[in-house]
């Protein structure tokens, strides 16, 4: 009796070989991966639910308001044709970079926007002091962002950051933008919550004046 219980315990686990404590740790990492899944379709229905069941609005500097609305099943689909619409896109930017969290490389998308908004520095003493905290956020060895590209581009980074000029970092944000075209973008694509997005009814949407 006692031994059949232990095969089935190794037939579980997927391998004869493999002993009970295996087996253990396997669910162990079953469980995990499934509440990180959770956890980010969680975050997403959250963030959806609550920007764009109904229209919302944000005022800017000027004291302007602009409507924003949950996209509708055709808007998310549009996504899918290009990775430049996604991150165009206010709410595929936001599930986008929670899809990313749930896989623990939202370094690559916080790196990317932190570029764009550096290209954008008119003042070069402003532009000075976000090139460091940028390289101090993301580039140098053990950063608590640090992204993953080769030493060359990190040293020439180091270089180049002395004169903070827009393009310092040009280099390493196409390496980034690869990374996240070829390989999170497709997943992001195929994951269940993008999936259901694009079947959803559409929602009536009327602008409210302000």
Known sequence: MQSAIFFALQHDCGQMERTPSSCQNEEKKGKMKRTIIKDWKTRLSYFLQNS??????????????HAYFRPSPEEAQLWSEAFDELLANKYGLAAFRTFLKSEFCEENIDFWLACEDFKKIKSPQKRRSKAKKIYNDFIEKEAPKEINI???????IAQNIQEATHTCFNAA???????MENNAYPRFLESEFYQELCKQSQITREPQET
């Open 52 to 65: 764009s069941t109904s229209t919302k609005t944000k005022s800017n500097k000027k004291g302007k308001q």
């Open 150 to 156: 080769d030493f060359q581009t990190k040293n020439m």
């Open 173 to 179: 944000q196409k390496r980034v933008y690869s990374l």
